[in-house]
């Protein structure tokens, strides 16, 4: 009897205990769900009433811990083995809750540019670190980028301890040919530069190394906008080794009109050539809108704006290695062709074709195939991302969306919040409409004309089409009126 009295109280206390876990992790799982603002109101509901439902039946299963003989001993046994069950799913579900919240978190709310500054020497030259060039002429164009240039200096000479002998030159082709030429012995410069000089300069990158580097960041500023309202976003395509904050040319630039209401998104690309003014930069002279990206993603933003008086509220900078990461974790895309071609190894038909990541990038990046180069090359981007946008609508996605975040969060970079994110995460969940999407690229004619970021240096580039950029300015704008 006395044995039979401990097992009764020792039941009842782990019984207890298990309905107390039980429901503490239900309102842990309910409220983490509710916090992280990305399931709609009507599922929260849903998820309550069924946690309640389940508490209810381990009730009553444990009810002889309660005091109460609802099911017996083989009742009780049964509610802790499905409480169990029930917390470790919940569990799952709480970890997976907090890593894609951290994910989100990683990826978006950007707010800072970085301007890596660099000092590079000759292949042959000894200098292992930048104390053991504390005597060399030193190299610096005057034409650009002036306030990055000064930091830099001061920075060097804190490192070596004396002030450097600093040669300017008067632009950033001259400073590149003085260091081959051995006038200088090193060149400082921003390292986002460096695609300007192999432009101008054959075989550069081959002759030279970087001895030393110093990040500079700063601040974006970024107009508010609500996430419910029609919005622009700019999804910049950029080919950089190391941290994506890092500014860079940009060789994708692709305008992304939404309009939440009507379920409409425009696809706008624009030549990575295209001839341009950059605002706050260029002034009055042109250059080439891949250029822009070298002094910050928010310039190449307002570039975009002027070209096509809109403005862009978001940016997506992403890399060719966030391409084949996106493309096979979402098991591959399918991507209309215009044409049948070759390219990277790989075959293409005209019509639909099914691509795993490799076959995308291959897909993107290809122009020497076709008669229209460039502007084809443009229209093969938003092919790929159309066929990502049509198989994210899949709802199957959301069992994948904490891998593709999770692989893809080194190599992409947006300035939409986590808030933002997950309300419209929200909104899709809630409506489950699909969407309908439409496409558009800006064209013009090639030419070679000098380019503000190179000097003199004639480059290849393209002149707008002016009546284009104004029919597709006009297209942004009905998409975004629409109600």
């Not at 460039?374 to 609508?393: F, H, P, S, T, V």
């Not at 496409?439 to 013009?444: D, E």
Request: glycine residues 8%.
């Amino acid at each position: 009897m006395e044995y039979y009295l401990t097992r009764r109280k020792r039941d009842s206390i782990i019984g207890k205990m298990i309905f107390l876990l039980q429901l503490i992790i239900s309102v842990g799982f309910a409220a983490i769900l509710w916090k992280s603002g990305m399931i709609p109101r009507e599922f929260l509901v849903v998820t309550v009433v069924v946690l309640l439902a389940i508490l209810g039946v381990i009730f009553i299963l444990l009810g002889e811990a309660f005091g109460y003989q609802f099911a017996g001993r083989k009742g009780n046994i049964t509610g802790v083995v499905i409480s169990l069950l029930v917390n470790l799913i919940l569990g799952i579900g709480i970890i997976y809750l907090a890593k894609t919240d951290a994910v989100l978190k990683n990826v978006g709310g950007a707010t800072h540019k970085t301007d890596n500054m660099i000092v590079v020497v000759r292949n042959e030259d000894p200098a292992e670190g930048i104390e053991d060039a504390k005597n060399y002429r030193f190299g610096c164009q005057t034409a650009l980028d002036q306030d990055n240039n000064a930091l830099m200096i001061k920075d060097i000479e804190s490192k070596v301890g004396r002030e450097i002998n600093l040669i300017e030159c008067e632009t950033l082709i001259d400073e590149a040919e003085a260091l081959l030429d051995g006038r200088i012995e090193a060149a400082i410069y921003n390292e986002a530069y460096g695609s300007v000089i192999e432009e101008a300069v054959e075989g550069y990158a081959d002759q030279v190394r970087i001895l030393y580097q110093y990040g500079i960041e700063t601040e974006i500023e970024i107009d508010e906008t609500d996430i419910e309202k029609s919005f622009n976003i700019y999804i910049s395509g950029i080919d950089v080794a190391g941290s994506i904050t890092k500014n860079s040319r940009s060789d994708v630039n692709i305008i992304m009109t939404v309009n939440p209401s009507t379920k409409k998104i425009l696809l706008t690309t624009t030549p990575r050539d295209y001839y341009v003014q950059i605002p706050g930069i260029s002034g009055e002279t042109r250059d080439k809108l891949t250029h822009a990206g070298i002094y910050g993603v928010d310039r190449s933003m307002a570039t975009l704006e002027n070209l096509y008086d809109i403005d862009i509220s978001y940016f997506a900078r992403v890399n060719f290695t966030s391409l084949i990461t996106i493309v096979d974790t979402l098991g591959g895309v399918d991507v209309e062709s215009e044409y049948a071609f070759e390219a990277g190894g790989y075959s293409f038909k005209k019509g639909m074709n099914h691509l795993d990541g490799e076959q995308a990038l291959a897909f993107a990046r290809e122009r020497y195939s076709f008669k229209d180069g460039d502007n084809q090359r443009g229209k093969n981007q938003e092919a790929i991302l159309k066929g990502i946008l049509d198989r994210i609508m899949f709802p199957d996605i959301l069992f994948q969306a904490n891998d593709i975040l999770n692989n893809v969060a080194d190599c992409v970079e947006t300035n939409m919040t986590r808030d933002e994110m997950a309300k419209f995460i929200n909104m899709q969940l809630s409506e489950r409409a699909s969407w309908e999407i439409e496409t558009a690229a800006a064209t013009g004619n090639g030419d070679k004309q000098a380019c503000f970021s190179s000097g003199s240096q004639l480059l290849y580039v393209m002149w707008p089409d002016e009546a284009v950029v104004s029919d597709i300015s006009r297209r942004m704008k009905k998409i975004e009126g629409e109600n």
